[in-house]
């Protein structure tokens, strides 16, 4: 069966320091892969998403960049985090070529002081 | 129109009640829908799959009406567990992501 992994579950950072989450999914090959970012009260906001090894597709213009180094690692960084990044980030997968269900991963809970 | 509209609420429903949430989506080509269930501060996860006129999976009920673009969820015998924000999501034509809506959040009271 398939499963995801994020990690850390929660993190504190203070303004303008670097950030790496990763994700992770086993059980799959070659899936569709997504960041979101859910504000505190907010819907989700879709930030990345990727459909094979290094192809990213940005929804959002920001400071926050995602790679894509193997098949079923997704990362996302920044350089310099800001108040705003605050957030619950999920990551989501769905199978090769298909735009249907997707299924998340427990997300990171990231406070910028 | 929003691509995917729902009633924030809250409804507060006593155990027990039957309440029904609806969804509005724009773009008429969609071809798959989705009913997910958040818990607070928790993933969402998959509740119901739509791909025709409707379904059914014990208390839950999901309809599509496509010529009005809606969908809705009914809830029968709500149960103090089924307290959760409930995200309508839309599958749009193409090789695009799914849209989620911003969800409706029940509370069940004893």
């Known amino acids: 069966s398939q499963t995801i992994h994020q990690w850390p579950a929660t993190l504190v950072q203070p303004v303008g320091s670097p950030l790496s989450l990763e994700c992770t999914v086993e059980?799959?090959?070659?899936?569709?892969l997504y960041w979101y970012r859910q504000a505190a009260g907010r819907g989700l906001q879709l930030l990345f998403y990727?459909?094979?090894?290094?192809?990213i597709s940005s929804e959002v213009p920001q400071n926050l960049s995602a790679s894509r180094p193997q098949d079923r690692q997704f990362i996302l960084s920044s350089k310099k985090l800001l108040l705003s990044d605050s957030g619950f980030y999920l990551c989501?997968?769905?199978?090769?070529?298909?735009?249907?269900?997707?299924?998340f991963g427990p997300g990171t809970r990231l406070t910028v002081l | 129109r929003k691509e995917v509209e729902q009633d924030p609420g809250p409804f507060n429903v006593p155990e027990g009640a039957t309440v029904a949430f609806n969804c509005t989506y724009s773009?008429?080509?969609?071809?798959?829908f989705f009913w997910y269930r958040q818990d607070c501060r928790k993933e969402p996860k998959l509740l119901m799959s739509?791909?025709?006129s409707g379904n059914e999976d014990g208390r839950f009920t999901a309809q599509l009406n496509r010529a009005s673009q809606y969908i809705s969820l009914l809830i029968r015998d709500s149960k103090l567990s089924d307290s959760a924000t409930y995200l309508c999501?839309?599958?749009?034509?193409?090789?695009?992501?799914?849209?989620f809506g911003k969800g409706t959040r029940l509370s069940v009271i004893a």
């Open positions: 989501a997968w769905s199978v090769d070529g298909s735009t249907d269900t997707q299924y």
């Open positions: 990727s459909v094979g090894i290094g192809q």
């Open positions: 773009n008429s080509a969609s071809q798959s």
């Open positions: 739509v791909y025709s």
């Open positions: 059980g799959t090959s070659n899936p569709n």
């Open positions: 999501v839309v599958n749009p034509p193409g090789n695009t992501p799914l849209v």
